[in-house]
């Protein structure tokens, strides 16, 4: 089985400035993929970014990148320009045949 | 919209009852998850189905089970409802099970 764990149960970041959120994983498998999804007060799911394992390259959508390190397997999320929309809880999650999430991070955005 | 959809929306029920949450996953999709979440918790796995067989199966309780039909929707059923199953309860559907999950707006059970 997977297991995924973020050990920053809440960060802080001032708007504009940039957050770095952290999350480690575990797998026997050789081919899975990683994801960041946010929750909202609305406590709906939304898809923030995605990796595959099997490609170096750490993915980039608009203010959000990761720092994927598989050898280390560690995947952190760094979110650029902090919005306040941005404030959510952050959840990192691992899937090969199933998909498992860790705990999360709260994250509040000053103004 | 993420194309998943989950009725009810909200559900309140005494202790001792038994309920259906129901989960229609996106066009195309072949895996369901079903994940429960507490208030202010974590999304804990409950059960993964993909093309009407299980495949895997997490932290669910023996008063709990589920099923995909072959119209690929699927149905988590909770008996002998206690305080503590109080919950978010999600619904998601991806293409293959390994890639990206799409999330239904969620279930919120009440039991009082």
Redesign the interface.
């Known amino acids: 089985a997977q297991t995924v764990t973020q050990s920053q149960p809440e960060m802080s970041v001032q708007e504009a400035e940039t957050v770095t959120l952290s999350c480690t994983y575990d797998t026997s498998e050789s081919?899975?993929?990683l994801?960041w999804y946010k929750q909202p007060p609305s406590?709906?799911?939304i898809?923030v970014i995605?990796q595959e394992a099997y490609k170096q390259q750490n993915a980039t959508e608009n203010r959000f990148s990761v720092n994927f390190q598989k050898a280390a397997k560690s995947f952190s999320l760094k979110i650029s320009d902090s919005q306040l929309g941005d404030a959510a809880m952050y959840?990192c999650?691992s899937?090969?045949?199933?998909?498992?999430?860790?705990?999360?991070t709260r994250l509040t955005v000053k103004p | 919209d993420s194309g998943v959809t989950q009725t009810p929306k909200h559900l309140i029920t005494a202790t001792g009852q038994r309920v259906t949450l129901r989960c229609s996953p996106r066009s195309g999709d072949l895996s369901v998850y079903w994940y429960q979440q507490s208030l202010d918790q974590g999304l804990q796995f409950l059960i993964q189905y993909y093309n009407g067989e299980e495949r895997a199966k997490g932290n669910i309780l023996e008063r709990f089970s589920a099923q995909q039909f072959p119209d690929l929707h699927s149905e988590l059923n909770l008996s002998s409802l206690e305080l503590g199953d109080s919950a978010l309860y999600f619904c998601a559907s991806s293409p293959d099970g390994n890639t990206e999950a799409f999330f239904g707006q969620g279930t919120r059970l009440t039991v009082v």
């Not at chain 1, 899937?95 to 999360?104: H, Q, T, V």
């Open positions: 081919d899975y993929y994801f406590r709906q799911m898809l995605r959840f999650a899937a090969a045949n199933d998909m498992r999430f860790g705990a999360g």
